[in-house]
């Protein structure tokens, strides 16, 4: 069936779009900006720019801004930048809002024709007569009536917000989406753009197909669950009288253990159970790259999804993968060594004299700089490496050498508070099944927040019916101290490393005084459960 087309159109991506002509094919992408772009959004986004481009064609970015209740200049500003960070250019921004007056006139042109009438039903009987494929009683109103409550309407009197514009379309229709669809409503809210000046706003599905067709909408990508209203669409085009435009449907993206509805993520804002729209637990495109994901490896998996057929529920660790093998042969090295339970060992063969050597920050990409090693005879080991070692011993410091344990000194409780033992650089490094990281003991090691986040919501899948407030993860971050090694201090807000050992992290916050930790944020490789 037509579905499957879609799949496969999708799944090989060098489909052709229905109808398009080179040069002559201009797609948009219409976010609401009630929220920050999310993976999905940029699923959307990238597939409008990539046919865009395919066909030589336009890109049109809008601002569906029609439900003022939920939207914000703060919004606007943020996608905007989310659009940027995506390397997605289009013309525009426009707005929806831009033709709020167009609209309303079309609205009353549509009445004046009997394509629509005012019906002031009450919302739950509405949609149960909807169900049950009753007209309302007002259908058959005359022009005249309508034209007074539309007045009514516009003014935003209490007569007037009784009421709704609806289509005059099919109330016994099979697709019920063409029983009577609803134009425009009251709404006393003020507007991001317009201000108080409209006390109604023209619904999604009325004001998005008069837009597209005006703006010169070739093709309107919209995701599967729309699927159903394409026919609502072609319908509305036709009974405004406006040139038809192409509805082609990709499928919604979605993730495991993840929310991907600005509603829903809205609430996780409003109540503080995260930073803000940015927090590297959101899958909006500043949190997820707040948490470590190159922008690289966000394309790579959109653009690389084509390969699967069943893309409804995507595991978060292919796409972590991808940006593993993009950001480990560039990034640089440090190391960290637990606060808590962290060890001395005193190697009494060690330099009687701190010495300094520089080496790369990665052995095989020169363009990641240099570091300052500092050897001392005492250095700082993990606490779990200091239990994994045994008197006798040979272990191998990393970028040093051997070294044999001699003595590990434990207290009553059988804490091991030191060790002791002899440097042996001539032993091989190949025979030791131990492999440590170390630190110098100097006062410039820096002080490390490690911070590991767990996914928001413990449902795998969550199905319409499901509450998320029934399935929120009570504990999603967790901050270990550490210390590091004195390069630290330069690092940038953004830049990703990785600590020896330990994987890979992103700078959320860079040094800015000794007593204030560096924070870095775990970035999840796709292998260990990173929690
Ligand atoms: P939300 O439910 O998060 O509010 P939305 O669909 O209402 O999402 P819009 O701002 O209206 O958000 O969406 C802009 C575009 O992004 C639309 O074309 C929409 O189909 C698409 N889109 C939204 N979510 C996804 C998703 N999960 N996968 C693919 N495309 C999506
Ligand atoms: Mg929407
Ligand atoms: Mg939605």
């Known amino acids: 069936g037509e579905n499957n087309e879609i799949e496969k159109a999708e799944g090989s991506f060098d489909i052709d779009l229905p109808d398009a002509e080179m040069g002559n094919v201009c797609t948009r992408f219409p976010p609401e900006p009630s929220g920050y772009l999310h993976i999905g959004?940029?699923?959307?986004?990238?597939?409008?720019?990539?046919?865009?481009?395919?066909?030589?064609?336009?890109?049109?970015?809008?601002?569906?801004?029609?439900?003022?209740?939920?939207?914000?200049?703060?919004?606007?500003?943020?996608?905007?930048?989310?659009?940027?960070?995506?390397?997605?250019?289009?013309?525009?921004?426009?707005?929806?809002?831009?033709?709020?007056?167009?609209?309303?006139?079309m609205a009353e042109k549509m009445i004046s024709e009997g394509k629509s009438y005012i019906d002031d039903t009450p919302r739950e009987q509405m949609q149960k007569e909807r169900m049950d494929g009753i007209e309302s009683v007002n259908r058959n109103n005359?022009?005249?009536?309508?034209?007074?409550?539309?007045k009514e309407m516009v003014a935003g009197t209490e007569r007037g917000k009784q009421c709704c514009l609806r289509a005059k379309m099919d109330m016994q229709a099979a697709n019920k989406s063409l029983r009577d669809p609803v134009y425009y409503r009251?709404?006393?809210?003020?507007?991001?753009?317009v201000g108080s000046k409209y006390k109604?706003?023209?619904?999604?599905?009325?004001?998005?197909?008069?837009?597209?067709?005006?703006?010169?909408?070739?093709?309107?990508?919209?995701?599967?669950?729309?699927?159903?209203?394409?026919?609502?669409?072609?319908?509305?085009?036709?009974?405004?009288?406006?040139?038809?435009?192409?509805?082609?449907?990709?499928?919604?993206?979605?993730?495991?253990?993840?929310?991907?509805?600005?509603?829903k993520l809205q609430w996780f804002v409003d109540n503080s159970k995260v930073e803000g729209w940015d927090d590297p637990r959101f899958?909006?495109?500043?949190?997820?790259?707040?948490?470590?994901?190159?922008?690289?490896?966000?394309?790579?998996?959109?653009?690389?999804?084509?390969?699967?057929?069943?893309?409804?529920?995507?595991?978060?660790?292919?796409?972590?993968?991808?940006?593993?093998?993009?950001?480990?042969?560039?990034?640089?090295r440090h190391t960290a060594v637990l606060q808590e339970g962290r060890v001395l060992l005193c190697l009494t063969n060690g330099p009687e004299e701190p010495f300094v050597r520089i080496a790369p920050?990665?052995?095989?990409?020169?363009?990641?700089?240099?570091?300052?090693?500092?050897?001392?005879?005492?250095?700082?080991?993990?606490?779990?490496?200091a239990a994994a070692v045994s008197e006798g011993e040979e272990v191998t410091l990393m970028d040093w050498g051997n070294a044999i344990i001699k003595h590990v000194e434990k207290d009553k409780n059988g804490t091991i508070i030191r060790l002791s033992g002899v440097l042996h650089l001539e032993g091989s490094v190949k025979t030791t099944k131990l492999k440590l990281t170390w630190?110098?003991?100097?006062?410039?090691?820096?002080?490390?927040?490690?911070?590991?986040?767990?996914?928001?919501?413990?449902?795998?899948?969550?199905?319409?019916?499901?509450?998320?407030?029934?399935?929120?993860?009570?504990?999603?971050?967790?901050?270990?101290?550490?210390?590091?090694?004195?390069?630290?201090?330069?690092?940038?807000?953004?830049?990703i490393l990785q600590l020896e050992r330990k994987g890979y992290f992103r700078c959320d916050v860079p040094y800015l005084r000794p007593s204030k930790p560096i924070v870095l944020i775990a970035i999840p490789d796709g292998r260990k459960q990173s929690v």
């Not at 005359?142 to 539309?150: G, K």
């Not at 009251?186 to 753009?193: F, M, V």
């Open 142 to 150: 005359t022009v005249e009536q309508n034209m007074a409550l539309w």
């Open 186 to 193: 009251c709404n006393p809210i003020s507007h991001h753009r």
């Open 283 to 332: 899958p909006t495109v500043q949190g997820i790259i707040r948490r470590g994901l190159t922008v690289e490896a966000l394309k790579q998996f959109i653009l690389s999804q084509g390969a699967s057929k069943n893309l409804n529920l995507m595991e978060w660790d292919k796409l972590w993968t991808m940006n593993k093998k993009i950001i480990d042969p560039i990034c640089p």
């Open 200 to 263: 109604v706003y023209p619904t999604y599905d009325f004001a998005c197909p008069y837009v597209d067709s005006i703006e010169g909408v070739t093709h309107a990508l919209r995701s599967s669950e729309y699927h159903d209203r394409n026919e609502q669409y072609y319908r509305v085009l036709q009974d405004m009288g406006l040139r038809k435009v192409h509805v082609w449907d990709f499928s919604r993206l979605n993730f495991v253990y993840t929310l991907l509805s600005k509603r």
């Open 361 to 385: 920050r990665h052995k095989k990409y020169e363009e990641a700089g240099k570091k300052a090693t500092t050897y001392t005879k005492e250095i700082w080991l993990d606490g779990a490496d």
């Open 439 to 495: 630190l110098p003991d100097i006062s410039e090691l820096v002080n490390l927040s490690l911070v590991e986040l767990d996914h928001l919501i413990t449902k795998k899948k969550l199905e319409e019916t499901d509450n998320f407030l029934e399935v929120l993860n009570p504990c999603t971050r967790w901050e270990g101290l550490a210390i590091g090694d004195a390069n630290m201090r330069n690092l940038k807000r953004g830049e």
């Open 41 to 105: 959004h940029a699923k959307a986004a990238l597939l409008n720019q990539y046919f865009a481009q395919r066909y030589k064609g336009r890109l049109i970015i809008r601002f569906d801004d029609t439900n003022p209740a939920k939207e914000s200049n703060e919004f606007v500003e943020n996608i905007l930048n989310d659009l940027d960070t995506l390397g997605i250019k289009g013309e525009g921004p426009t707005y929806t809002s831009d033709y709020f007056p167009q609209l309303m006139e």
